[in-house]
């Protein structure tokens, strides 16, 4: 109290008292008319003024309370400040017991009767002798005694998705809101060519499906970490704890907590969750489970030798109210062993009014020829829309308009070329720039730039400059030491693991575990 204040403790503390028993009614109704007293413009400074402030009856009632708590005048009125009797007529010990064990059985997926006797154990120990020098029980205390170790066990596969501030809304987002609505319990394949816009697509389509509905993302690539060891997006148990957490998290369905589930239990978990939060929404209203780069969790799955969860998730049944939609690319929708009936929507790109508002943010000097001609050398011809990644890999590297319309006829490769063109060039020779992309594409994402530069044996300095000149295929984020980089798209990551090789990778790896051994040790 001396070390904190007696306002500052007044706003944190309650003493509640909880008992089988109930409160007499009037001792109810005076402290009720002593607290609006205390809390009033003009708060009384004793307890007497208090006392002479009451009615008759709830000054009795007051008084004996007074004269029975021994307490100081002071003292006590903040001890009526504190005092909670709402606790008072409670059920038995034993039944809230078993209430407290439904409870449990409706927000976590454990033995609900296990789960209680560890939080009542947990509770019991923090406020006896044992937790002196306690600051309280915290979440993470309360998820350790129903045997989750770390959060992170709770959302093993969070999205890393990195949305532009001020996106640019496409016509496509709407027309495939109303694909996705109408499309029943048929899943959805938004699919497209690489940079189309799929992942800016699906983050737009909550805004144009009905009022209350929501959308449940999971992102597959991971800022490129899908491949990374330790990460495995693809795997059901991944995914599926992900995603039923997810809708816990969003909708109050239970927590899946348990660890040792096998894939048939996930997927029914999973169920039976998305029939729980179909039900929370109004009539009207959908829930979408998206997910996104669901090819990218297909070729992990063939280069790992493991089961992807994404065609199990295509053929489950889908609760009315709920609808399900992944993204891939075009050419790889057959990886997704998607069953009959399946709905494909091709995304195309930016129409005519995207491609301006993209360059004029740009270029805002920009002519409508030019707006024009960068469209048509994008990709905006006839059916066909301009692709918006080349669009922003030429915008990026061009410093103005004239050079951005000289540059939009390349193809994507073009710009990769001349994107690790850029690099060799603040290498010594294209032999050291080719260590060093192995490098940056073997080491896990974000990769922290110091930890880059020593696996490189490079200033800090010169690593920053050989990954700058690497964008805008590469995402450079913070300052000085806390600097990371990851990678923009797949594209990028897959060009420049083609041009090091598997032979070169897997030196790469080599020395990142050499550099990780002494600190294992």
Known sequence: WGEHGAEAVRERLQVRLVSNQPTAEPLLRALAEARILLEGPSPPTGTKRLLDGLTSD????????????????????????????????????????????????????????????????????????????????????????????????????????????????????????????????????????????????????????????????????????????????????????????????????????????????????????????????????????????????????????????????????????????????????????????????????????????????????ATDAEVGAIHVKTGGRGRSLANPRVQAYVLGASATVAEAVASAAATPQKIFDDLFASAVEQAPDAARALDWVGALVAMGRPAPVASFAALTGQPVLAARRFVRALEPGVLLEGSGSDATVGFRDEDFETDLRDRVGSVALAAAHARIADALLPVAE
Do not use: M, W
């Not at 007529?89 to 296990?114: H, I, W």
């Not at 809101?177 to 799929?198: L, T, Y």
């Not at 800022?223 to 059901?236: K, M, N």
């Open 58 to 365: 709830s000054e009795a009632e007051v008084r004996r309370l007074y004269d029975a708590s021994g307490l100081q005048s002071q003292e006590f009125l903040d001890f009526v400040r504190v005092l909670d009797l709402t606790g008072q007529g409670e059920d038995s010990v034993d039944l809230q017991r078993l209430r407290l064990v439904q409870e449990l059985g409706l927000a976590a997926t454990v033995d609900p009767t296990r789960g209680v006797r560890a939080l009542e154990r947990l509770i019991a120990i923090d406020a006896g002798p044992h937790g002196v020098g306690s600051h309280g029980l915290t979440r993470s205390d309360v998820l350790a005694a129903l045997g989750v170790v770390i959060e992170a066990d709770l959302f093993p596969a969070p999205a890393r998705f990195t949305p532009p501030d001020d996106p640019i809304l496409v016509g496509e987002a709407a027309a495939l809101a109303d694909q996705i609505v109408g499309a029943g319990r048929a899943p959805v394949i938004a699919h497209g060519p690489a940079g189309v816009g799929k992942t800016t697509t699906l983050l737009q389509v909550r805004r144009h499906l009905p009022e209350e509905s929501e959308v449940i993302a999971y992102d597959s690539f991971g800022e490129g970490s899908y491949l990374d060891p330790g990460s495995e997006r693809h795997t059901p148990r991944r995914a599926l704890v992900q995603l039923t957490n997810e809708l816990a998290a969003r909708f109050g369905t239970p927590f899946l907590l348990e660890r040792d589930l096998d894939r048939p239990d996930l997927f029914q978990r999973f169920r039976d969750a998305l029939g729980r939060a179909g039900q929370l929404v109004p009539e009207g209203a959908v829930v979408v489970v998206a997910v996104d780069a669901a090819d990218n969790a297909a070729y992990a799955a063939q280069r790992e030798g493991d089961e992807s969860f994404v065609p199990r998730l295509l053929r489950a049944p889908l609760p009315a109210s709920v609808r399900l939609l992944v993204t891939c690319r075009t050419h790889r929708i057959a990886d997704l062993s998607a069953p009959e009936g399946t709905i494909e929507h091709e995304l195309r790109g930016f129409d005519r009014d995207a491609t301006e508002t993209h360059i004029r943010r740009r270029f805002p000097e």
